[in-house]
C-alpha cells in the first residue's frame, strides 16, 4: 500500500522559510516524476515544482529564483525548499508521484505566511 506523507508546513513570517518534505512508503514501479501543487482558497490546484527521473527541474514562475525542489531516490522521498516567503504563497501544498503505473498524492500540508 502506497502513502505519501508529508511534513514541513507551518507558519512562518514574510521572508522566512521553510523546508516540506514528502516521503513515500510501500513500494512505487517506476517513478517518472515528483513534484509539489498548492491550492489556496478559492484557486485552482497549480503545479508548484516538480523533477522528473531524468533530472529535469521545472518550477512555476511565481516561485522561480525562491523555490528548490530536489530528491532522494534512495528514501522515495521529494523536498521543496521555500526561500523568501510571501502571503501569496499560502496555501495547502500537495506531494504528488507519477509512476509507470500510477498516480499518488499525500494528504497536503498548510502553509501559512502572515505577519
Known amino acids: 500500500q502506497v502513502q505519501l506523507v508529508e511534513s514541513g508546513g507551518g507558519l512562518v513570517q514574510p521572508g522566512g522559510s521553510l523546508r516540506l518534505s514528502c516521503a513515500a512508503s510501500g513500494s512505487i514501479y517506476s517513478i517518472y516524476v515528483m513534484g509539489w501543487y498548492r491550492q489556496a482558497p478559492g484557486k485552482q490546484r497549480e503545479l508548484v515544482a516538480d523533477?522528473?527521473?531524468?533530472?529535469?527541474?521545472n518550477y512555476a514562475d511565481s516561485v522561480k529564483g525562491r523555490f528548490t525542489i530536489f530528491r532522494d531516490n534512495a528514501k522515495n522521498t521529494v523536498y521543496l525548499r521555500m526561500n523568501s516567503l510571501k502571503p501569496e504563497d499560502t496555501a495547502v501544498y500537495y506531494c504528488?508521484?507519477?509512476?509507470?503505473?500510477?498516480?499518488?498524492w499525500g494528504q497536503g500540508t498548510q502553509v501559512t505566511v502572515s505577519s
Open positions: 523533477i522528473t527521473s531524468g533530472d529535469v527541474i
Open positions: 504528488n508521484i507519477v509512476s509507470a503505473r500510477n498516480s499518488y
